[in-house]
């Protein structure tokens, strides 16, 4: 099975899925009368050792513009009806009313890899469409860490006395800073709109990817789950005309002692304290390891998936269930198979 159907699955359980999938969906969730496909979502993406990282985050990015743009498209058209205001002029019978608009916005942030990897890994159907592309803003991470790294080499030759010069934890606090005044400016767009329009639906994702690079330089788990509340449970004006019916924040969390030069350890017990705290708030976490050995080259690694509902609307209470695939990365496909069949060597 591809990837791509596993996490459709994952994240828009309402989609019918396809004959080689029913097999994987261990426990069926329903959504009565319940057109909020994501609503508030956390995805947590843990990564560990040398597992492929990349491709997975590229793909949660993928379908999340899947599903919303082909949720408000014209005769079955890829291109979204409504991100601009100038469509609304051709409103026709199997438009959407003048009076609900519907538009999709993601922001991405870069620690992992650099923004043109990223951009290569995504669908050219939502990078080459114009209208949606200006809803779509990749800010590449790694550029803004090297200049402050390049400063704070050449400051530190010219004045090793000096305190005042920056830091890891004065250049984790400049990027921190950076990121929540693009993450609060971002969701405050998101609520602006035109009265006239009429009511606007949004659907907005946050993408990060690598966080941890945020604890390499001095950001603390505190200061790492405030970013998480303030995006799951930002406040609005309720008297806007911007209903944001669709958040997903997707963050990349790799740990281990052996990833790049990260320092962070997969046993630091403040890091296990994040990892197990943001995997009680996510609604669905994957988390792909490499194999123990490594000694086939048919497979790159496992991969875990686990998904949270609420089974008991009354009583809310949490079901979780898992499903455990060994993965093979061809091209940018990722492969997935039961642990145990005979598929991966034919």
């Known amino acids: 099975m591809n990837f791509s159907e596993i996490l459709r699955n994952l994240l828009f359980p309402h989609l019918p899925p396809t004959t080689s999938s029913i097999h994987n969906i261990e426990v069926p969730i329903s959504n009565n009368n319940n057109t909020d496909h994501i609503n508030n979502k956390l995805c947590l993406l843990l990564s ?34 409504t991100i601009s205001i100038d469509d609304n002029n051709n409103n026709d019978n199997n438009t959407v009313p003048d009076h609900q608009h519907s538009t999709t916005k993601c922001l991405i942030f870069c620690f992992h890899k650099s923004w043109n990897i990223y951009h290569k890994l995504l669908n050219p159907l939502y990078t080459n469409n114009i209208t949606l592309k ?52 971002f969701l405050k767009n998101s609520y602006t709109t035109n009265p006239s329009n009429g009511m606007q639906q949004h659907n907005v994702g946050i993408f990060v990817d690598n966080i941890s690079a945020l604890y390499d330089l001095g950001v603390t788990i505190r200061e790492l789950e405030q970013f998480l509340c303030s995006w799951l449970y930002h406040s609005h004006d309720p008297q806007t005309a911007i209903n944001i019916t669709n958040l997903l924040v997707c963050i990349g969390l790799h740990v281990g002692d052996f990833f790049q030069d990260s320092i962070v350890s997969e046993y630091e017990p403040a890091l296990v304290h994040l990892v197990a705290l943001w995997k009680s708030r996510a ?64």
């Open 134 to 185: 200006n809803n779509l803003t990749i800010i590449d991470m790694t550029v803004m860490l090297e200049n402050l790294l390049v400063m704070s080499n050449s400051n530190s030759e010219l004045n090793n006395n000096d305190k005042s010069l920056m830091t890891d934890e004065n250049i984790g606090t400049i990027i921190k800073n950076y990121i929540k005044e693009k993450t609060d400016e």
């Open 48 to 81: 560990h050792g040398n597992a492929v990282h990349e491709l997975f985050f590229v793909e949660c990015i993928n379908q999340f513009l899947q599903n919303y743009t082909a949720t408000t498209t014209i005769h079955q058209s890829p291109f979204p009806a």
């Open 283 to 346: 609604s669905i976490t994957l988390e792909c390891k490499p194999l123990l050995t490594g000694y086939t080259s048919l497979v790159d690694g496992q991969l875990t998936c686990w998904k949270r509902s609420t089974e008991d609307k009354i009583s809310l209470q949490n079901v979780t269930t898992s499903s455990t695939y060994h993965f093979h990365v061809e091209g940018k496909h990722i492969n997935c198979y039961t642990p145990g069949t005979t598929k991966l060597l034919t």
